[in-house]
C-alpha cells in the first residue's frame, strides 16, 4: 500500500515563498509519476505540476511556469514544490498524487495542505 503525507502548507502573504513536501512510502517510488494538484474553494481540483521518475521530465500548468518548482528525492522517497511568488489566487488545498507511469492514473493520493495566501 503507497500513502503519501504532505507537508508545509500555511498562511502566507502575496509574494512569499512557501515550499510543500511529500513522503511517499512504498519500494518503487523511483518510477512514479508525482504529481501536485490543488483544490480552491468552490472549485474542482486541477493539475499544478509532475515529475516522472525515469526521465525526470517535468510539466506545470501556465499559471505557475516561473513561480513554482517541482522535485524529487528517490533516496528520501519525498517529492517537493517550491512555491514562489505567491498569489491570492494559489490559496487552495494542495494535493500529492502518485501514478505508476505515464500511462496510469493518479491512483494514490495524499489527504492535502491548506496554502492561504493573503493580499
Known sequence: QVQ???????????GDSLRLSCAVSGRTFSRYVMGWFRQA?????????S?????????YTASVKG???I????????VDLQMNSLRPEDT????CAAAESDY????????????????
Open 67 to 69: 513561480r513554482f518548482t
Open 4 to 14: 503519501l503525507v504532505e507537508f508545509g502548507g500555511g498562511l502566507v502573504q502575496a
Open 71 to 78: 522535485s524529487r528525492d528517490n533516496a528520501k522517497n519525498t
Open 51 to 59: 515529475i516522472t521518475g525515469s526521465t525526470g521530465r517535468i510539466d
Open 104 to 119: 496510469h492514473p493518479y491512483t494514490y493520493w495524499g489527504k492535502g495542505t491548506l496554502v492561504t495566501v493573503s493580499s
Open 41 to 49: 474553494p468552490g472549485e474542482e481540483r486541477v493539475f499544478v505540476a
Open 92 to 95: 487552495a488545498v494542495y494535493y
